[in-house]
T-cell receptor
């Protein structure tokens, strides 16, 4: 069964203090790893899709990387508006349940001014 | 380009009632997936519809059912509501072409409270 574990569960940073969020996964043939941002009471907002080990993607202060067992979301010089829950999800390849995303529980990031 | 929309935004029901939630997919998308998100948890996959057929289902009982219409909009129906059905229900749309892991784009969700 596909599994996604995110750590830490919660992270509190000062504005400008860079850090990384971790997403460890086990999946039968990765077809895609996805990062989303979710604000309280709202739907997840798409950030990145990664397909293969070694791939990296960047957007403003965020950079996502992927290895064969985990993904990192690096946040450089965060601002208070980066405060949100960050969700990681995987989609398996091959046959079977390759239609669905399996999510982790998320990391709640708080950036203090 | 219109994003994913859901209605209603909030809903209060009592145990045993039935509920219908609605979703309009993003322009150009042909696949709709539904997820349930309990407080403090990640979204859990309910089912997916592609070309008006159920394409896959998660570990949810048959009282959770759905439809997809020719315009790719979708409905989620839940019968015999239970207290544990209280959650944020998310709809996600994507374009499925059988190739790489298609990115799913989420709507704002419907918050369901069962009393």
């Amino acid at each position: 069964e596909d599994q996604v574990t995110q750590s830490p569960e919660a992270l509190r940073l000062q504005e400008g203090e860079s850090s990384s969020l971790n997403c460890s996964y086990t999946v039968s043939g990765l077809r895609g790893l996805f990062w989303y941002r979710q604000d309280p009471g709202k739907g997840p907002e798409f950030l990145f899709t990664l397909y293969s080990a070694g791939e990296e993607k960047e957007k403003e202060r965020l950079k996502a990387t992927l290895t064969k067992k985990e993904s990192f979301l690096h946040i450089t010089a965060p601002k208070p508006e980066d405060s949100a829950t960050y969700l990681c999800a995987v989609r398996p390849g091959g046959g079977g349940s390759n239609y669905k995303l399996t999510f982790g529980k998320g990391t709640l990031l708080t950036v203090n001014p | 380009e219109t994003g994913v929309t859901q209605s209603p935004t909030h809903l209060i029901k009592t145990r045993g009632q039935q509920v219908t939630l609605r979703c309009s997919s993003q322009s150009g998308h042909n696949t709709v997936s539904w997820y349930q998100q309990a407080l403090g948890q990640g979204p859990q996959f309910i089912f997916q519809y592609y070309r008006e057929e159920e394409n896959g289902r998660g570990n949810f009982p048959p009282r959770f059912s759905g439809l997809q219409f020719p315009n790719y909009s979708s409905e989620l129906n839940v019968n015999a509501l239970e207290l544990d059905d209280s959650a944020l229900y998310l709809c996600a749309s994507s374009w499925s072409s059988g190739s790489l892991g298609e990115t799913q784009y989420f709507g704002p969700g419907t918050r369901l409270l069962v009393l």
